[in-house]
């Protein structure tokens, strides 16, 4: 099995009462040092605004900035650098991508499509646009395995829907879902689709022309870079056609007492000085991950889910993993049957286990199965077989003391 534990510093800390063991990747990667030293270069030696003075050292910061959303538009396969905003994340992504739209022409009685496993961020937006626009909204179910119904999919996209925004992969499910199938199905319709890949971004390659989507999400945080920088990427022609999210300085042409004219797209949607030090910090995480190759990645993440599932069922009958199809990656949500997950994950904890405990942000997944919450192992690429069985070392002390 590859091993990329000793790119990440924070693995070398040690913890009070065991190994430190991180598997808690789907609420955000840990950082590799060439990541960490890329922020410290720019913030030690290249500090200066962007797009605004013209002395050499701005020019530099500006020619960084720029760079990185080339290597975005590359990574993700755009037509043109100019489909890359930067955004503060996923989250921010997804409001913009529904500005954009409703400023296209969505009216009362349009449906938004969504799916049962969408993440509160891409619930919200849509919600709050269907309280001031009259807009209905209606899910996508899944199934047992925690599959999207398909046929029930069929049925669901009219005439009505506008828009088809869902995840790629499932944050508490793990379920990759078949974007490309359910994108042609919404296409048909001439309905807008928006893909939610805060999950899929660090395991699969993402092709924006291939997934036949008009925006894409995700946080750089969820791909080895820091907090506060996201991607949207949108279709030009879309982009252009919209109004401005925020007004304020860089996204202007002209500005005139009672009126202003604005750039086109990206710099329309990117109002203020950004997130620079960001931005460069995400593009040398891609070359850190197009070095090591996506499908090394899931590869690694996919061998590592099947033997912690394996291992996982061994510990007791008691325990029942929600999100069990055959096409999921990195994600592991159980729930022991007369034990609280809070409880568990504080003894987890205590033994230097860091998991997720609740309903991580999908409440509609939850309440459809009638539970408040699961304990979630979520992988990445610096994780090891010693990780698996440190964690199921663990949850059997904790299980002995709990049951
Ligand atoms: N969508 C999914 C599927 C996610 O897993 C997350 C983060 N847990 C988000 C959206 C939101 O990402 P962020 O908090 O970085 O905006």
Request: proline letters at 2%; hydrophobic letters at 40%; a negative charge.
């Amino acid at each position: 099995m590859m091993n990329w534990h000793e790119d990440f510093p924070q693995l070398a800390t040690s913890h009070t009462n065991g190994r430190y063991t991180y598997l808690d990747s789907g609420a955000t990667t840990l950082k590799p040092t060439r990541v960490i030293d890329k922020i410290k270069e720019f913030y030690s030696y290249d500090v200066s605004n962007v797009h605004r003075g013209l002395h050499s050292s701005s020019n530099k910061a500006t020619s960084l900035y720029e760079g990185a959303r080339t290597k975005v538009a590359r990574f993700l396969n755009a037509y043109s650098d100019e489909e890359i905003i930067f955004t503060r994340s996923t989250t921010e992504s997804l409001n913009l991508a529904a500005h954009i739209i409703a400023s296209l022409g969505l009216k009362s009685g349009d449906e938004v499509l969504l799916t049962e496993m969408e993440h509160h961020s891409n619930i919200i937006p849509w919600q709050l646009l269907k309280e001031k626009l009259g807009l209905i909204i209606k899910y996508i179910p899944f199934d047992d395995v925690g599959e999207l119904d398909l046929n029930e999919a069929q049925n669901l996209i009219t005439d009505k829907t506008k828009v088809l925004a869902l995840c790629h992969v499932s944050n508490t499910l793990g379920t990759i879902n078949d974007v490309e199938a359910l994108a042609e199905m919404a296409k048909d319709k001439g309905a807008y689709v928006v893909v939610d890949a805060a999950q899929s971004v660090s395991i699969l390659d993402l092709d924006v022309q291939a997934l036949n989507c008009d925006f894409l999400a995700f946080s750089g945080h969820k791909l080895f870079a820091p907090f506060g920088i996201g991607i949207l990427w949108g279709k030009k022609d879309l982009l252009n056609s919209s109004e401005p999210f925020q007004g304020g300085g860089s996204m202007i042409e002209q500005v005139e007492k009672e009126n202003s004219t604005y750039l086109p797209s990206p710099q329309r949607y990117e109002a203020g000085t950004p997130n620079v030090a960001g931005a460069i910090a995400l593009g040398e995480a891609i070359d850190y991950v197009q070095e090591i190759g996506l499908k090394n990645i899931y590869k690694h993440e996919l061998e590592l889910l099947e033997y912690a599932t394996e291992e996982l069922l061994k510990v007791s009958d008691k325990i029942k993993i929600l999100g069990t199809s055959k096409t999921k990656v990195n994600v592991l949500s159980f729930i022991v049957e007369g034990v609280h997950h809070s409880d568990l994950s504080q003894l987890l904890d205590q033994q230097g286990v860091a998991v997720r405990a609740g309903h991580h942000c999908t409440q509609v997944i939850f309440k459809k199965l009638g539970l408040s919450g699961s304990i979630r192992v979520s992988l990445s690429l610096y994780n090891e077989k010693e990780d698996i069985d440190y964690f199921i070392t663990c949850l059997r002390k904790s299980l002995e003391m709990l049951v």
